[in-house]
């Protein structure tokens, strides 16, 4: 790019820190939701939270890792699963569910042992094999009884009340975390590396980009997230059926949502997961249609508009007010034309 | 004895599998995209044919000479609607807009059809329980030998035809260099679309006997490419014969499965497939390079080298 004596490179723009400054605002607001909202908008805002979750999880390993997995319900699964099985050990409730989150996360790591050495479609369907083992697996486990399924019975100590707004808590609490630890991730080193190898893996490794230990790093951190939603799933669903947790259904979800959202950018699965928990609220109950149009959804984004509804935002106005890469001010005209400032 | 029965049955079983896994593996072959829509569209295609049995009275086997050209037609669009324009977007959007497709045509046919559970047995007569006694233990179904000797006829076929054939050649010419056999007079979207069409009509033939030997539902169509991948990759290197041990293994490792514990059928075969992944990805430089069937086996390809 031809230097020009006006153009600076910016990071963080005058309106990128306000918007910052009016996020946290609205995350303080949250912060108090159970005691502001009534309870159903407690209930429904935790389940929100767990969407964020894994439409975020599935955005870092398919947008920046290039690893299209239909097999993310195995770590949700077992993320629940684990929860059940540590709280009937003793555990008490609501660390089980953190702990569920870590403990599935190191199991990934096994997991990704094998599944990281396959490509494309292989690696997409082989994840799907994996889940369909891990759900056949816990069904075995005499706690589970087979699809009967079991609940987590530790959570009837606390009260009704006490229970959503602890749930809350821990929902809030889960999602800020993963979001700041993405946004960090993806800001550094292994941001750049992920999306270098996104790009073209064997480019990358003649640079010297490690690929299989990042995508190991990825991998992990995207099948812990997709567990510790899972499990707070499970704390607001209470019923453990393995069915219902190990459905491709979850995957769908967070395909319709980072696809529509904004494949391969950081605001635009958290944009999906609120358009989908609308779309959820409004339509959920007319059933198969619903499902139908996600899938339709789904279908068309990934034709016609690859990079979502904040992809297509960001071609227009290519400020960005959560600044990943950096900002050539002075360059607009070039910035537009490539939509490249994101490096 | 009763092992012995298991393992056979095991391979007629397997003999499904490698029918719909070829048609999954020759479209790789070609375009290098999984269809994850596959499972789901030998799952329409079999309620077509029930459509055409239970309203029309039309046997399974007339209904095949109607709905193969209809499935194959489908494998056109689907080529010029979504396959082609995913192709344009890199690596990842044709498995997502496939997946989209899946969803779709699951819920189209749960919303048509409703949960209940099918089958095109009771519409074939006799044949559907008729057997040969070979032993007291072993017994042969006879619609299991048809659908036997179907697979290794059309997958022999497949293979004469991509071998021998003038259009074959053109076939495989386009797999190995898209961009270049239109210097040579090739029409590569013309290729593409005829190879989905006959993909396409493959898996209908596959999706028929699935539901004539088995039973079906409008979400069986994810189970099925599971088994369709499976198959491919446990026979992995080389030709689509390979497909059909492949096919065959995976059917008896289930049954096996089955023989010995009564939820070990698909843990044995899933187990089974994760056993053969670990075992290829580790065992040997030559065997470590995971491909899908290739149309004939040749050297790799250049972009092929993965970094280690």
């Known amino acids: 790019m031809m230097a020009a004596p006006d153009m600076r490179v910016e990071r963080w723009t005058r309106r990128a820190q306000g918007f910052v400054v009016s996020l946290l605002l609205l995350a303080l607001v949250l912060a108090f939701g159970p005691l502001l909202f009534s309870a159903g908008i407690t209930d429904r805002l935790s389940e929100l939270f767990v969407y964020v979750m894994l439409a975020v999880t599935w955005n870092l390993l398919a947008g920046y890792g290039g690893l299209v997995s239909v097999g993310q319900q195995a770590f949700f699964g077992l993320g629940a699963y684990l929860a059940v099985r540590l709280s009937a050990a003793g555990v008490s409730v609501y660390p089980a569910l953190l702990l569920a989150g870590l403990m599935t996360g190191a199991l990934a790591l096994a997991i990704g042992e094998v599944m990281l050495r396959l490509e494309g479609g292989e690696f997409a369907i082989g994840m799907w094999v994996v889940a369909e083992l891990a759900h056949l697996l816990v069904n075995l486990d005499p706690l589970v009884q087979g699809e009967t399924g079991t609940s987590l019975i530790a959570l009837d100590a606390f009260s009704a009340a006490a229970r959503r707004a602890d749930t809350y808590w821990a929902a809030f609490a889960a999602m800020v975390l993963l979001l700041v630890l993405v946004f960090a991730v993806l800001r550094g080193r292994l941001g750049t590396a992920l999306q270098a190898i996104r790009d073209d893996e064997i480019a990358a490794a003649s640079l010297g980009v490690r690929v299989l230990a990042t995508k190991r790093v990825v991998f992990m951190l995207a099948a812990g997230g997709a567990a510790l939603a899972g499990a707070l799933w499970l704390a607001t669903a209470i019923t453990f059926q393995p069915h219902a947790y190990f459905s491709v259904q979850w995957t769908a979800y967070m395909i319709f949502m980072t696809l529509v959202g904004g494949l391969g950018t950081f605001e635009g699965p958290v944009i999906g997961a609120v358009l989908f928990f609308t779309v959820e609220w409004l339509f959920g109950a007319s059933g198969v249609w619903y499902l139908i149009g996600l899938g339709a959804a789904a279908l068309g984004f990934a034709l016609f508009a690859p990079r979502g509804l904040w992809g297509a935002f960001t071609e227009r106005f290519p400020e960005r007010l959560l600044p990943l890469g950096y900002h050539v001010v002075g360059a607009r005209a070039a910035a537009a034309a490539g939509g490249g400032e994101e490096r | ?308």
């Open chain 2, 1 to 308: 004895m009763i092992f012995l029965n298991q393992c056979l049955q095991g391979i007629f079983l397997g003999a499904y599998y490698a029918l719909i896994a070829c048609s999954l593996s020759f479209l790789f072959g070609v375009m290098r995209i999984i269809n994850l829509a596959h499972g789901s569209l030998a799952v329409l295609a079999a309620f077509l044919l029930f459509v055409l049995a239970d309203r029309y009275g039309l046997s399974p086997w007339l209904g095949l000479v109607l709905v193969i050209p209809v499935m194959a037609a489908l494998g056109f669009l689907l080529q010029i609607l979504v396959l082609e324009r995913s192709l344009k977007g890199g690596l990842l959007v044709p498995l997502l807009s496939t997946f989209g497709l899946a969803i779709v045509i699951d819920n189209l046919l749960f919303q048509g059809f409703g949960a209940d559970t099918r089958s095109l047995a009771p519409y074939i007569g006799d044949l559907s329980f008729a057997s040969w006694s070979l032993s007291d233990d072993i017994t042969v179904g006879q619609l299991d030998v048809i659908i036997l000797a179907a697979a290794v006829a059309l997958l022999g076929g497949l293979q004469l035809f991509l071998a021998r054939t003038r259009l074959g050649r053109t076939i495989r010419a386009t797999a190995e260099a898209p961009e270049i056999v239109g210097l040579i007079g090739i029409d590569a979207r013309a290729v593409y679309a005829l190879s989905t069409a006959l993909a396409m009509a493959l898996a209908t033939v596959a999706g028929a006997f699935l539901a004539l030997r088995a039973t079906f539902n409008p979400y069986s169509g994810g189970m099925q490419l599971l088994f369709a991948f499976e198959a491919v990759v446990i026979g992995g290197f080389g030709s689509l014969w390979g497909t059909l041990i492949g096919g065959i293994l995976l059917g008896v490792a289930q049954n096996l499965g089955a023989f010995v514990n009564p939820h070990g059928f698909l843990i044995a075969g899933h187990g089974f497939f994760l056993a053969i992944l670990i075992a290829r990805l580790y065992l040997g430089p030559r065997l470590a390079r995971l491909r899908l069937a290739r149309l004939r086996p040749r050297r790799p390809r250049p972009h092929a080298a993965r970094p280690a």
